[in-house]
């Protein structure tokens, strides 16, 4: 009995072609499951832990009643975070402060005064300072929350019991461990 016969078959029984399909397919699992190589991701390799503050303003949010609804978020200690559509989850609401609504009214001798809004339909809106809390690994490029950097401008999506709306960043503040 020969090693290899004519038509390419190892001992006349087994293609080496299905022999060497299965190599590759044992090759790749000893590669995923015994050799896992570094964990976590890119932004993770050392960077140190530091608690950040991220101040989000929240703009023109209708509601049928927004003083309950602000008192609701004011009075929540955490909320659930999303940003860039990735679950970061709960972070600790650390303040929150309604901002006035106004409109520029100019005055007869030529100045321009703001003052409050006067239309009704305002009466359904809510605009908001919100400040975030929470640990966030400190990379040269800046925090990182999860897997995601978090720099002013970044859309974050804020989902409570009672809400889920998006913010923009207004700021981003790294604390000294306290």
């Known amino acids: 009995m020969t090693l290899l016969d004519a038509k390419g078959r190892l001992f006349g029984k087994v293609s080496i072609l299905d022999v060497a399909a299965a190599l590759i397919i044992l090759m790749v699992l000893f ?4 050799y896992p ?8 390799v050392g960077a140190t832990t530091k608690p950040v503050e991220v101040d989000v303003m ?3 949010l209708s509601s049928s009643d927004p003083k309950r609804l602000f008192e609701a978020i004011k009075n929540s200690e955490t ?3 999303i940003i ?3 679950p970061y989850g709960q972070v600790k609401i650390k303040n929150a402060v309604l901002l006035p609504r106004s409109t520029t ?4 001798d030529g100045t321009v005064k703001a003052l409050p809004d006067p239309r009704p339909e305002l009466n359904y809106t809510l605009d908001m300072l919100i400040t975030l809390e929470d640990d966030a690994q400190i990379t040269d490029t800046g925090p990182v929350f999860g897997n995601s950097k978090v720099k002013v401008g970044t859309p974050i999506e804020l989902d409570g019991d009672l809400y889920n709306f998006n913010a923009s960043t207004v700021d981003v503040r790294v604390l ?3």
């Open 84 to 86: 860039r559509n990735q």
């Open 176 to 178: 000294e461990n306290s």
């Open 31 to 34: 590669g995923i499951f015994l």
């Open 37 to 44: 190589g570094t964990s976590g991701s890119v932004a993770q």
């Open 79 to 81: 909320t659930n975070i």
């Open 58 to 60: 929240v703009r023109g």
């Open 105 to 108: 009214v100019p005055q007869p």
